[in-house]
């Protein structure tokens, strides 16, 4: 027994100074132990472990510490499973399924089928339970298709567990733990583990990329096609506007509808997306999006809604309506469903509701998704800035995203409206998941389309605004405004399919975007919506734009290729870069005729008893980021057009 210190032992055997030396020399061993095991830290001597790749936070380093973590703190984590066989194996199975030469091509797959082969066995969920218990966790639960293991324990037993310091931090405007590096694992379950969440308590949110303020409409004058009303005058017809750099610039369009877009993108295809099915995902469900969306279609011939066209998928309960503004998701909804009815009037659309706009919801919304396995497209109005997405939800989305690659559904993405991010966040960057190499990042372009249909110019969606000077003689610079988003990732090196098709000037990571549509909100789309004005709440019209409205608009077109090859095509990036230089795409280069448009608004946004505000709109004036021949960060691999809808066979 040892003895207390202070107190006096009996009296042993005198030994030798060799063997006081021993003594002391254990006697610091063991000190230093119980010291790491304290910290975290694995003993020396203990079982060998393996780093979870990823797992510590990339924000450290600008956070605010806190000290140690209280270590009675209970917090529970996921233990994500790699799949059967490998992530590597799953990944080249993703790849042979939309290569042609394959024998695989295209032979999708059930979410049974899926699970069957895929899904981590019952040895390995059995073998990280047993460890995680038998470091002082308890296991809470196995997820139904044995994605992750929960468990839930001290902080204490969770430095234990995984080999970690957990410490508390401030940092973008919270309060978390998290762990001062990556996590670690017994190499007896290594090859079990893909990543571990929960160690690091921040929570994200995605965002959307497009709605305006409750009570919004367009004030006038403005075109029905681009170009028709010249910005001369204001609006009185009497005062005169400067010119814009020597240019007298048109008013802004309206907001195009789906005839013009139809006419312009698809040449009017007999294509109509019947039989195919789009899912879209954003946070909540607006009440009101069945009567708007068949209200719209009327007004502007897309077509009334068959019964059971559109669908509501709802979760049981939402929350977290304080930080995520249900209000303003409504009308991303309304954009994104309008949208895809626009382009596609035939097709089928699912709207499923995310309970919050926080990561852990969205992650449950894209898993519903691909385990009801009803829709093979899904377009995604979201994103969060790449640098604030950890290495665990990472995984976590691409393992839905491989999923659903393997049965057959193609992932869309908007890949943002601020440019190459450095006004907003400080640092030029990408969003995720746009950047993710298994999702289509839809980049955004300015549309001039005219009355009757046709493009009179396209050009990348970049915007700096000009404000009329007090006098009203001349425009005063404001500076950038948003733009598409795009750039080279830092999380994702470049995939196979973008060699020999990004120039190398790009970088060496996954490059963002793959196609660009209209998405300037100067160009942009005539929606409608239920809203709350000073005078009450009915439906009215407003124009919007952003990848928002990009992201969408090629959705639809994907469900008319998708009729035209009679089937799923899945994921969508290896076809579309093999097309790279062919007519399918309009490469979008060259100076636009107008520098920009004149764009009228409300003060009030409602009506004209504020007056009316008076701005230039630039065009092609994206941040860093420029449009160029062939690929580019704006545009991507260009604008598809109707020859796209048929180039791509059935099986």
């Known amino acids: 027994m040892r003895p207390q210190l202070g107190v006096r032992p009996p009296t042993p055997p005198r030994p030798s100074h060799r063997r006081r030396a021993r003594q002391s020399l254990a006697a610091v061993v063991a000190f230093a132990a119980a010291l790491l095991l304290i910290l975290g830290a694995p003993q020396a001597g203990a ?244 009567k708007d969306a068949n209200t719209y279609a009327k007004r502007h011939g897309d077509g009334a809604y068959a019964a059971g066209q559109l669908t509501q998928v709802k979760p049981g309960a939402y929350n977290r309506q304080k930080d995520c503004d249900p209000q303003g998701w409504y009308g991303e909804e309304t954009l994104d469903v309008e949208a895809v009815h626009a382009m596609a009037p035939g097709a089928n659309i699912r709207y499923y509701a995310s309970a919050s706009c926080f990561d852990d919801d969205f992650l449950d919304t894209l898993t519903r998704v691909v385990e009801e396995n009803k829709a093979s497209l899904v377009s995604n109005s979201w994103s969060d800035l790449e640098a604030n997405e950890s290495g665990p939800n990472v995984v976590a989305y691409e393992d839905v995203f491989l999923q659903g690659a393997m049965q057959g559904i193609g992932f869309l993405f908007s890949s943002g409206d601020d440019g190459d991010e450095l006004a907003s966040s400080g640092l030029k960057q990408v969003d995720y998941p746009s950047s993710d190499p298994y999702v289509t990042a839809v980049g955004g372009t300015s549309d001039a389309i005219d009355a009757s249909g046709k493009f009179v110019f396209q050009t990348g969606w970049g915007t700096e605004k000009y404000s009329l000077s007090a006098d009203g003689k001349s425009w005063t610079p404001l500076g950038f405004l948003y733009g598409a988003g795009g750039g080279s990732s830092a999380l994702f090196n470049r995939p196979a399919y973008q060699d020999g098709v990004v120039p190398a000037k790009y970088g060496s990571g996954r490059a963002v975007p793959d196609v660009g549509l209209d998405a300037d909100p100067t160009t942009g789309m005539l929606i409608g919506q239920t809203q709350t004005f000073s005078d009450g709440v009915y439906y009215d019209e407003y124009r919007i734009g952003g990848t928002s409205l990009a992201s969408p608009l090629y959705t639809g077109m994907v469900a008319l290729a998708s009729q035209h090859a009679g089937g799923r095509l899945g994921l969508l990036n290896p076809t579309l870069y093999s097309q790279a230089g062919t007519k399918v795409f309009t490469d979008i280069k060259g100076t636009p005729p107008d520098a920009g448009n004149v764009r009228v608004d409300y003060a009030n946004s409602e009506n004209t008893k504020g007056g009316l505000v008076y701005s230039v709109r630039t065009f092609n004036q994206d941040s860093s980021l420029k449009i160029a021949p062939g690929w580019d960060n704006v545009t991507g691999l260009g604008s598809p057009n109707a020859r796209w809808l048929t180039s791509i066979d059935g099986r």
């Open 47 to 290: 079982a060998p472990r393996r780093t979870v790749t990823n797992t510590g936070p990339r924000w450290i380093a600008k956070a605010h510490s806190l000290g140690r973590a209280d270590r009675a703190k209970q917090q529970t984590v996921k233990v994500y499973l790699a799949p059967n066989g490998g992530l590597a194996g799953l990944k080249a199975d993703v790849a042979a399924l939309a290569d042609p030469a394959s024998a695989n091509y295209r032979q999708f797959l059930s979410p049974t089928q899926y699970h069957s082969r895929y899904d981590a066995s019952d040895t390995a969920v059995a073998a990280v339970s047993s460890w995680l218990r038998s470091d002082g966790l308890s296991v809470t639960g196995v997820e139904q298709n044995h994605r992750y293991v929960s468990a839930r324990g001290s902080v204490a037993d969770l430095q234990k567990a995984f080999g970690v310091t957990l410490n508390s931090y401030r940092h973008d405007g919270q309060t978390v733990t998290a762990p001062a590096a990556a996590a670690t694992v017994p190499a007896n379950v290594a090859s079990y583990v893909s990543t571990v969440s929960g160690l690091d308590t921040t929570k994200r949110t995605m965002t959307h990329n497009a709605a305006p303020s409750p009570g919004f409409r367009n004030a006038r004058p403005c075109s029905i096609g681009y170009g028709q009303i010249s910005a001369a005058t204001k609006a009185d017809y009497k005062t005169p506007l400067p010119k814009f750099k020597g240019q007298t610039l048109p008013y802004a369009v309206c907001g195009y509808t789906g005839p013009l877009l139809r006419s312009a993108y698809e040449n009017n295809s007999s294509l109509d997306g019947s039989g195919v099915t789009v899912a879209i995902t954003d946070a909540y469900a607006s009440p009101t999006i069945a």
